[in-house]
């Protein structure tokens, strides 16, 4: 429950001793908060592991989030405790803030959470700077107070103006809070007024998942779908796309590897699609999500598409992200209090989060991420926002008109240079086939292998090896046919195709041995490499058993 204690006072000469703790009960929150901590992470664990990311990756993954937890749960404990020398915070950089260094304090709303703002007392002379990742100035500290309710926000800028000897109601201090509230719903009414509906992305998203329900509709698996029916539905394959396909790079933008895969990029989408196409416009903010999504299928053709199928509107939504935050630096002037500085930091915390995943998973498609966040940044570039109302009236056709042309010769650019593969991922998908049904008749002729080799016992009791000859003539063919398939080295299947592989090559090595031994050779001549290819095989095998724990669908 969070807490509002006030009973400290100030009179004109002192303050009570007793601490205000304004925040979360750290007491009777501990187990809830190491419960969330314990299954985040647990979670966070599973999915990294079944979706095939390097050890490396997993451990980076799972101390991140971590990190992040405790740091996040840990500010949500407590926000403040003011004290009769100074008020202390965990989102302090020392801890704490003196009374005597505070000149005044103020309220400020910033997007939907609010602020306390600190401004620090200066040397005579001195002329305080803003800093434009905070939107602060140099002399000013700002407190999240978001986790307060409002009662509770206006309790702890009362005893703070107490504490460093202002007293409510202050014209000056009351006039800049009310006044960065009054801003800010007037800046949201003026976005509100310039595009009355955000329609573009919710059109964008309805397509999408209407699409993806046709699909379904179809017969396309819900969570994990074939890439060859992606291939067939329209993704972007840089063999196909290069001959006679270039439709590809665009409709692979609205194709997705399962629902996982739509649900996070709509999500994304809902949530800045809408303050982005209020700034854009709508007719712009389309210009910016095809024109990122076609840079990045088309920048695709040179990297994950030469032998994979893309698919996915991560490009076109990290492009609205570009350039929604270009636009917001261009006219963070326009922005009340620290809304720039705010939704500046949250777009390049999800940037950077997309290709940090990007570069951990070997299935992500990380070059449509880089093609479509830098595209979007340029066009929000060229582009002109709304709110620069003067400006886009005059100018906007022309910037418009200069953005497409841009997008044209930059696809046009990359699809002529793209290097074109000697065969398709149709190729492939035949080679896997091929390779799923060796694997089927591997399983049987091992199992017969197994069940047919330890008939015998010899003198001392051990099992002795009985080959027949149907399975040494079984696992030469497999064997032989294995070799015909060349996995890629990128494929999730190919390690295991090779660990099958080894093993059939050891069973083959045990018979064939076991044979020639009986026929030409004494039994005790050759248990030393008997014992080495049974090394092999428990080798072989015991990968296997791993490959088959870690990733379900690799095997």
Known sequence: MK?????ATCTEDTCSATPAIFGLSLRSHMFIEFMVVEAVLVGTWLFAWRSGISDGGLTFVVLLTSVALG????????????????????????????????????LETVGRGSMLILRMRTLAGDVPRRRHLTGLASNEIGLPVAALTGDEQEKLLALVQEHVGISRPDADVVESSDDARQLTEEFHATLEDLTPSAWAPMCIIALNVLIWLVMLADGLALLRPAPAELLRWGGNAAYETLHGGLWRLLTGTFLHNGLQHLSLNMLALLVIGPPAARLLGNWQFLIVYLGSGLTGSALSLHFSAQQNVSVGASGAVLGVI????????????????????????????????SLTAGMLTASVDNATHVGGLFSGALLGWLLIEKVAEEQYEKQRHDRQIAAIVIVLVSVTGLVRTAPIPESGPTARFQELEQWRALRIQFDRTIDAVRRDTYGETTSDGTAAYRPPATHISALRSLVAEMEGIQLPIGEPEAE???LVERIARAWLAILELEQRRRRVFPYEENDGLMQRYEDELSEAEAKLMLRKALSPRAH
């Open 3 to 7: 807490t509002g204690k006030t009973s």
């Open 71 to 106: 740091w996040i749960l840990h500010g949500q404990r407590v926000v403040a405790i003011v004290r009769p020398q100074w008020i202390e915070s965990p989102r302090f950089k020392y801890g704490r803030v003196f009374w005597r260094s505070i000149e005044n304090a103020r």
């Open 496 to 498: 295991t195709a090779a």
């Open 322 to 353: 570009g350039a929604f935050a270009v636009g917001v630096a261009q006219h963070r002037a326009r922005f009340p209090g620290r809304s720039a500085a705010r939704i500046a930091t949250n777009l390049a915390v999800y940037a950077v989060f």
